[in-house]
């Protein structure tokens, strides 16, 4: 009887100390930052500079890995099968929420399987076309497609990316007649345009601009309810004559369902510190071409949840159904 109380004593004792122990330390390891595209591409770029950001925070090599493929699929379903520690983390975009509402090979649910973590920041995004198309804005672009029906193509990342899903929004609103074709990337993309195996790229403002400047490309139009202070020549989408829903594109952080609390609040806290400094802020608008749009703890959360379900409702609208 004595050992078996000495027993219970002992195990009580390992319970009360295990309670009464301060949460593991994150980050004990490297980080992994897994992108969903490739190398060169907006989201990419970001991914490098945060990583140059937080490494500096947590005091441990962060490493950015592309993973691109399926719109963004490839890099989600890797994610949330990663251990739930704070030490793999995606950096995606808002093709995270299209996915698994149009392809059945989307095996991860937010929620279920990925729990968003920190949102960076707003990509300002433009449509441009190349030199060999013999139109000067969006407006005439649209005509152009509808009087060659079935010849004219836009560079996409496959049927559940922003891209795409975005496009055909725009599409519809300005009756085009446009093609997808998909690539890997931002770099290809921009390849592609140059080449005129497509005639029209939906990308970040930063990297055709200066496409722009080269001569490469023709910048048509700004994705956006107001013009862009960088770019103040540059007609809106709506100036253009499209008058539907504006596609948002953000960036932020996710992490694999089941990572402690104490390590996303970690994540999050940190993250938004980044975002607040005025060096960051700099960074992010004049020379990556993001508008910084941190969320408070939680938030993040809920503005994906309400964006899931206006997109389902669109996608439902478009006749765009899970294949």
């Known amino acids: 009887m004595l050992k078996q109380f000495l027993r219970g ?48 925070e947590w005091g441990q090599p962060v490493i950015v890995e592309n993973r691109p493929g399926a719109g963004g699929v490839v890099a989600a379903d890797y994610v949330s099968k990663q251990p739930a520690d704070g030490h793999t983390l995606l950096l995606t975009g808002s093709s995270l929420v299209i996915a698994p509402l149009i392809d059945r090979n989307a095996n991860f649910r937010i929620g279920r399987d990925l729990k968003p973590v920190a949102r960076l920041a ?71 345009l140059i080449r005129n195996d497509v005639q029209l790229v939906w990308g970040g403002a930063q990297v055709l601009k200066e496409q722009a400047k080269a001569g490469r490309v023709r910048l048509l139009a700004a994705v956006s309810e107001h013009r862009f202070s960088d770019l103040p020549d540059l007609p809106t989408v709506k100036e253009e004559g499209y008058q539907g829903f504006i596609p948002q594109v953000w960036t932020g952080i996710i992490a694999p369902a089941g990572t402690p609390d104490h390590v996303l609040a970690r994540i999050t806290n940190d993250v938004n510190r980044v975002l607040a400094r005025a060096d960051a802020q700099a960074v992010l608008r004049d020379k990556l071409g993001n508008d910084p749009a941190p969320l408070p703890p939680g938030m993040f959360g809920e503005e994906v949840n309400k964006e899931t379900a206006f997109w389902a409702r669109t996608l439902k609208g478009l006749g765009i159904e899970p294949q």
Request: charged content about 15%; glycine content about 6%.
């Open 9 to 56: 004593l002992v195990a009580c004792a390992a319970m009360a100390v295990a309670i009464c122990a301060p949460a593991a330390e994150f980050p004990s390891m490297p980080v992994k930052l897994v992108v969903p595209l490739g190398p060169g591409s907006a989201t990419d770029i970001l991914a490098r500079q945060v990583a140059q950001w937080l490494e500096a």
């Open 122 to 192: 707003i990509l300002r995004i433009v449509l441009a076309t190349n030199n060999k198309v013999p139109v000067p804005n969006l407006r005439e672009f649209a005509a152009l497609s509808r009087a060659r029906p079935g010849t004219m193509n836009y560079a996409g990342l496959g049927r559940t990316s922003i891209i795409d899903i975005g496009m055909e929004v725009l599409k519809q609103g300005l009756h085009m007649d446009l093609t997808p074709v998909a690539y890997k990337g931002a770099a290809e993309h921009n390849t592609a």
